[in-house]
């Protein structure tokens, strides 16, 4: 006897295949869009931009902490951090004057530290690898008898980038002034030279 021909039915998956399916598909898509993003990101000119302009504040404040440091104790190696820190004129200053340099402090023997209490960049050429910044110090000298000297100060500085990163080309004294007048007279005194 022959069976009749029944029709057979489509064997349909398991549906722990189709949720299997469906979180690899979503794992993929979520790895292609996470690739792109951090693909953008990593090409951004403002990121690198933003990086660069982190680099340069943080030699700005390491090098002005640097210039403003040095032990009688440990000369050498405070004169090597300074032409370390800078280049070009600067450094070029720092290696001319530093027999002089020597000579002082061995005879004064002093310690000078310095603690950056802030600091901004105020200009940042990327591209031409030039930078300056403003740096707040607070600088402590201690002498031989132990007192101690504490003086705020707020340096200007020039960057220039060079192989080895960021590093001073210039550095002084910022002009201080009464933030209060601002250079013109004031109206009594223009009414009175008339």
């Given at each position: 006897?022959?069976?009749?021909?029944?029709?057979?039915?489509?064997?349909?998956?398991?549906?722990?295949?189709?949720?299997?399916?469906?979180?690899?598909?979503?794992?993929?898509?979520?790895?292609?869009?996470?690739?792109?993003?951090?693909?953008?990101?990593?090409?951004?000119?403002?990121?690198?931009?933003?990086?660069?302009?982190?680099?340069?504040?943080?030699?700005?404040?390491?090098?002005?902490?640097?210039?403003?440091?040095?032990?009688?104790?440990?000369?050498?190696?405070?004169?090597?951090?300074?032409?370390?820190?800078?280049?070009?004129?600067?450094?070029?200053?720092?290696?001319?004057?530093?027999?002089?340099?020597?000579?002082?402090?061995?005879?004064?023997?002093?310690?000078?530290?310095?603690r950056v209490l802030s600091g901004a960049l105020t200009e940042l050429d990327d591209r031409?690898?030039?930078?300056?910044?403003?740096?707040?110090?607070?600088?402590?000298?201690?002498?031989?008898?132990?007192?101690?000297?504490v003086k705020d100060s707020r340096m200007l500085t020039e960057l220039t980038r060079t192989g080895g990163g960021w590093k001073?080309?210039?550095?002084?004294?910022?002009?201080?002034?009464?933030?209060?007048?601002?250079?013109?007279?004031?109206?009594?005194?223009?009414?009175?030279?008339?």
């Amino acid at each position: 006897m022959t069976r009749p021909n029944r029709p057979t039915r489509e064997r349909k998956p398991p549906p722990t295949r189709f949720a299997l399916l469906a979180a690899l598909l979503l794992a993929a898509g979520f790895a292609a869009w996470s690739s792109a993003d951090w693909y953008a990101a990593a090409h951004d000119e403002r990121v690198a931009y933003s990086r660069q302009r982190d680099a340069a504040l943080d030699a700005a404040e390491q090098g002005v902490r640097n210039l403003n440091t040095l032990d009688h104790a440990d000369l050498e190696q405070g004169l090597a951090l300074w032409e370390e820190s800078a280049t070009g004129e600067l450094l070029k200053e720092l290696k001319g004057s530093r027999a002089e340099f020597t000579r002082q402090v061995r005879s004064a023997r002093t310690a000078t530290s310095a603690r950056v209490l802030s600091g901004a960049l105020t200009e940042l050429d990327d591209r031409a690898g030039r930078a300056r910044a403003m740096v707040a110090v607070r600088i402590t000298v201690r002498t031989p008898d132990r007192k101690s000297a504490v003086k705020d100060s707020r340096m200007l500085t020039e960057l220039t980038r060079t192989g080895g990163g960021w590093k001073l080309s210039a550095l002084g004294q910022a002009p201080l002034g009464d933030p209060g007048t601002t250079g013109d007279k004031a109206p009594d005194e223009e009414a009175g030279s008339r």
